[in-house]
């Protein structure tokens, strides 16, 4: 079992920044690949960016490459989003996720946060 809780959410103006934090606890989240989501209202819940399970590589969705990062310190069980340039259109409930497999899609995740809301304002 791994609990995650997600932090760093806040309303911010376009062409700023934020960062969230995912704290885990439970079983290392070594054992597993690690990312986030993110859902807007009506929407599907979309891949953002994730580790694979070992935290060799980092994937991002193409509608954040160049703008996010995707970063972890394993010494605190954490995962950060760190969010550049942020649009309108990134205005979502963003999620922490960890998986058993790879982390993709909204079925490969086991284990979820509650989610912090993201709001950019034009």
């Known amino acids: 079992q791994v609990q995650l809780v997600e932090s760093g959410g806040g309303l911010v103006q376009a062409g700023g920044s934020l960062r969230l934090a995912c704290a885990a606890s439970g079983r290392s989240f070594s054992y597993y690949a690690m990312g986030w989501f993110r859902q807007a209202p009506g929407k599907d819940r979309e891949f953002v960016a994730a580790?694979?399970?070992?935290?060799?590589?980092?994937y991002y969705a193409d509608s954040v490459k160049g703008r996010f990062t995707i970063s972890r310190d394993n010494t605190k069980n954490t995962v950060y989003l760190q969010m550049n340039s942020l649009k309108p259109e990134d205005t979502a409930v963003y999620y922490c996720?960890?998986?058993?497999?790879?982390?993709?899609?909204?079925?490969?995740?086991?284990?979820w946060g509650q989610g912090t809301q993201v709001t950019v304002s034009s």
């Open positions: 580790f694979s399970w070992n935290g060799a590589y980092t």
């Open positions: 996720a960890a998986g058993g497999g790879r982390l993709r899609t909204r079925e490969d995740g086991d284990y």
